[in-house]
Structures are given as C-alpha cells and as structure tokens.
C-alpha cells in the first residue's frame, strides 16, 4: 500500500482523573506493519490506541503519524484546531470492540454516511464506494441489512469496510474480536490478515495471541500504563524474558487450556 | 333515566369546545417542543450556568402544580405590565410546563444512547453537527417517541385546568351544558368519548410514527 503510514509515540503520558493510564509510552510503527498490543486487563492499551486519534487526549509526550503531531500545535503547545484534527482523523480507521455501528442505517447506510458527510461525496458516489468496501470483506448480499439483522461477525465486518471506505493509511483494531462467538472470529481475522497483507499499518490490541504470532511484525506488551516490551512476536510470545510478560502468558495459556 | 337523545345531541356543543382543548394542547405542545430543545440543549451544555438553569427550570416546572402556574402567569404578568389574553395565557402555560417534561424525555434518550456511537463518528472525522442531525438526534427522537405521545396525552387532559382564566373548554363546557340540562351523566359521558376519542388518535398516530421511523 503507497500510502501507509507510520506513528510514532514518544514519552506520552495520559490520566484518567487521578489515575496515570499510560506512563512516558514510546512506540514506533513502520508503514505498512501490523502491530499487536497485549497484556493485562486495565494495562491501557485502548486508552494508547485511542490516543492515537485523539479520542482520548493524552497531556504531554508527542504522537506523530507520518511526522505530523496530533491533537496539539506543537509538543506542550495549544490544542490544534477542531477542523484540522477532524482532518487527520479522515485517514484514520477504527474499529471497535462493540463494532459501533449506527442501528437506524443499513449497512450501506453505515458505510456511506462518511464518504457524504466527511469526504462531500454525492449521495450515488458514496454508496458506490460503500458497496466495494462491503463486497470486500463479503458482504455484498447484507448491504441493505440493519445491524440488528446481521450477526456479530457481520457486523463487526461492516465497521471494518466503514473504516476502509474512507481509504484510510493506518487502521487501528480495539479487540475487533473479543465480542464474538467463537465461531465467529475467523471470519473477522481473514479480513484483517488480507488487509495486512495488502501493506496496511495496523495497530490492533487483541487476545488472540495465534493472529499475533503469524500476523504481527512487532509485539508491543503493556502493563500497568507502561510499555514494558516490544518485539518481534517470536521474542514476545516464545521466549519472553520479562518476568511480567511470561506471568501475562501463563494465565493465558492456563485460561485458554482444558 | 339515561336519555340517549340527549346523550347524542350533547355531542354538537361539546365538539364546540373540545376545539378549545385541542388547540391549546396542540399549540401548548409544539411551544413545549421548541423551548424543550432549547432546555435540552442547555442542560448538555458545556457552559455550567447554562446547565444550572436548565436545572432550575425543571425542578420549578415540574414542582409547581399547572395550575398554580397558569394563575400565576394570568395574575402575574398584568402586574408587571404585560397584558395577556386568556388564550395566551393558558398555551404559553401548558407550553412552558410540558418544556420541562420533554426536555427531561430528550435528554434522557440522548443519554441512553451508546457513548461508542458518537466515538466512532468522531473516528471517522465527523463534525459535531453532523453527528447530533445525522446520529444522535434521530434515534434519540425515536426513541422518545413514546414518551411524548404520552405527554401529550397527559396535556390533553390537563388542559381542562385552564378553564380557571375563563376559557370553555371541553370539560367546563360539559359542567356548563350539565347544569343548564340537569342531565350530568349524559353530558359527561358525551365528554369522556370526546376526550377518548382524541386521546385515541393521539394514540394511534404515535404507533404509526413508531412504526414509521423503527429501524
Ligand atoms: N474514561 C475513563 N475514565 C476513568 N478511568 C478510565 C477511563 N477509561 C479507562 N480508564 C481506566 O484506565 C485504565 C486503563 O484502561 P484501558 O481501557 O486503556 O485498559 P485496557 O488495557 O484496554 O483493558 P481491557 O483489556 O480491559 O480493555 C483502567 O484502569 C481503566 O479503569
Ligand atoms: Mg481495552
């Protein structure tokens, strides 16, 4: 992908009201390489990523994607302003846990309302555009669907091709899987493995530690709002040298055997 | 005995006045719409004094009986100098005081809705204004629908109070038509179908707009 984007982060530091969620955080990410967050529950890992679009605004350190700070003017400086940021976002792509899908549209409804409201596509255009996205994770015959008539793995789907129909340079995955069936994760991985290999940059905070071995160039372990470890996968998930990391791994090999 | 004539011929007089309820229950609700938004909006608002009068207006409105408010609007604004027909008086009334109600329902409705909704419109750079018209007010306005057939049910039936300023509406034209018949049980029955009726299509009407906009 031409296009793809890199971030990096450097000492950026967040609270959430008293509490410190993420502690001088550096991380650097390659266009068009695929990132896993891991660790614990409550570690910050969604509030880093959404640091990264400046949902969540972190107070001071410098997060640039392709060299541009956002969120601010300049490190410490003023907030930058709304439209700009608004901007930057455009080529941005998230998608959520809980998929987040408006429920009043239809699935090409979903896909469509950016490319009108944010990009000024004409009405025809944008649905257009919002049918290959659709078409391109599988779901060409569910476009006239509401969310409440598609199933999660659909849905979720369905966030992935609104992130794409913006054409963005960096998607950034919240645990895309963590509300599905089981049966249903598969599907939803595909998609993404054949977005990585397409050269996208992801950043993707996932418990699926099967996509972070084979997917993933680098691993990035958090705890306790501190980046602890970042790696290949083979060096995060095999041989951890950290004692925090191979404590995370155990409960999670114990949890996931029977 | 039940004299169904004058059961039957109560009607035409009484529809007379029932125009009075539905008009001010009507006017009263859509004054009510308006400043309810305006309510709405300030009690989300960032701007703390804004939220505290939002605050105040509700818990006034809502502590207040209607009908001590529509005395003292009627009794009050003459004092200061503003002279206030009966009519005005008794819509801008029941419309300031359905204001504190709906606001309540909207807000109520705006809270309801997933705060991820408005994270991923933001994600992908929406502006605040596309994502109140195109997001957040249209499921919050479904989704309030219900209540607000049920308010505006509630005002009907209050709007009876306003025969205190003098206006012959449904429910003191029926006392009027009652003493001057001597026949109270066939004029109030006639009554009850009317305010049954309207209070019926208010009813259905609201079904079909739940229906209309249900996803
Ligand atoms: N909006 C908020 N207000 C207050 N505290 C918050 C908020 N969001 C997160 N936190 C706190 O910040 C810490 C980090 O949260 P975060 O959601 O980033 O963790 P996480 O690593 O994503 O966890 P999980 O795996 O459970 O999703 C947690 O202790 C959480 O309670
Ligand atoms: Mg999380």
């Known amino acids: 992908m031409p296009g793809a984007s890199s971030v990096e982060i450097r000492k950026v530091n967040k609270h959430h009201g008293q509490f410190h969620a993420l502690k001088d955080v550096d991380l650097d990410i390659l266009p068009g390489k695929v990132t896993c967050l891991i660790g614990p529950s409550g570690s910050g890992k969604s509030t880093l990523l959404r640091c990264i679009n400046f949902l969540d605004e972190y107070e001071s350190g410098e997060i640039r994607i392709d060299g541009q700070l956002i969120g601010y003017e300049s490190p410490g400086g003023r907030k930058m302003p709304a439209r700009k940021l608004r901007e930057m976002r455009r080529s941005i792509g998230m998608v959520f846990q809980q998929f987040n899908l408006w429920p009043h549209m239809t699935a090409l409804g979903n896909v469509a309302e950016g490319l009108m409201r944010v990009r000024g596509l004409p009405k025809a255009e944008a649905e257009r555009r919002a049918k290959n996205a659709l078409e391109k994770v599988g779901l060409a015959d569910k476009m006239a669907n509401h969310p409440s008539r598609l199933s999660g793995g659909q849905q979720q789907r369905v966030a992935i091709a609104r992130a794409l129909a913006m054409e963005p340079r960096l998607m950034l995955f919240d645990e895309p899987t963590s509300a599905l069936d089981p049966e249903l994760v598969g599907e939803v991985l595909n998609v993404m493995k054949t977005l990585a290999t397409e050269g996208m940059t992801m950043i993707v905070v996932t418990h699926e530690m099967g996509f972070a071995a084979h997917v993933a160039d680098q691993v990035a372990f958090m705890e306790q709002g501190e980046l602890v470890s970042v790696d290949v996968p083979d060096k995060i998930l095999h041989q951890p040298k950290d004692p925090r990391i191979k404590a995370f791994l155990r409960t999670y090999h114990e949890r996931n055997s029977f | ?215």
């Open chain 2, 1 to 215: 005995m039940f004299s169904v004539a004058t059961f039957l011929s109560s009607f035409e007089p009484l529809f007379w006045a029932a125009r009075y309820t539905l008009l001010i229950s009507v006017l009263g609700i859509a004054l009510g719409l308006v400043i309810a938004a305006l309510i709405c909006a300030a009690s989300l608002s960032r701007i703390a004094p804004l939220r505290w009068f939002a605050a105040l207006w509700v818990s006034f409105l809502r502590g207040v009986p209607l009908l001590v408010q529509l005395l003292l609007f009627y009794y009050l604004l003459p004092v200061i100098g503003i002279d206030v027909p009966a009519l005005v008086a008794a819509v801008g009334t029941v419309g300031i005081c359905a204001s504190a109600y709906i606001s309540e329902i909207w807000r109520g409705a705006i809270q309801a809705l997933p705060t991820g909704q408005v994270a991923a419109a933001t994600a992908i750079g929406m502006a605040p204004r596309d994502i109140w018209s195109r997001i957040v007010l249209p499921q919050a306005f479904t989704l309030s629908l219900p209540a607000l057939v049920n308010e505006l049910i509630l005002l009907v039936k209050a709007s009876s109070l306003v025969s205190v300023v003098g206006i012959l509406e449904l429910t003191r034209a029926s006392q009027a038509q009652a003493a001057t018949t001597f026949r109270p049980l066939e004029v109030y029955l006639a009554a009850a179908c009317i305010y049954l009726l309207i209070n019926l299509c208010l009813a259905a009407l609201g079904r079909y707009l739940e229906h209309r906009m249900a996803v």
